[in-house]
């Protein structure tokens, strides 16, 4: 399955902003008003015919085309783009409680396009027989 998310990527990992309680004591960290736009557009992007509930073995391959050539961690991008992946209902889980379901995510990278910044997801089945 292929599909493309027209949006410059972002990580959730970079994106925290503090919160504060009305006296302004400091309760924690949450997701910036940024990234929490981001993941909004994020889920009404993806496409219908994409949202299957993958239960099985798979290989999430992204390239993520940011919109500067400012720093980035892979990890992080990837991190985030599973998890809206998750409540996207493409998967049905991303964590480490359940590693049988992405077992990997291997070709993906970072490259740069300004004028089309973007996400273009490639999931692919795994089989039992390709892993050994």
């Not at 990234?35 to 015919?49: F, G």
């Amino acid at each position: 399955m292929k599909f493309t998310i027209p949006l410059d990527p972002k990580t959730k990992k970079n994106s925290m902003e503090p919160r504060l309680d009305k006296n302004g004591k400091f309760l924690g960290l949450m997701q910036s008003a940024t990234y929490q736009q981001y993941e909004e557009d994020c889920l009404k992007l993806i496409p219908a015919k994409a949202r299957l509930h993958i239960s099985e073995p798979v290989n999430v391959k992204a390239t993520y085309y940011m919109k500067t050539r400012r720093r980035v961690d892979k990890t992080n991008l990837e991190s985030a783009l599973l998890d809206i992946l998750v409540k996207a209902g493409v998967l049905t889980d991303d964590s480490a409680l359940n590693p049988e379901i992405v077992v990997g995510t291997d070709g993906s990278r970072v490259k740069w396009d300004k004028s089309n910044p973007r996400t273009e997801v490639v999931i692919e089945a795994i089989s039992e027989d390709s892993s050994s």
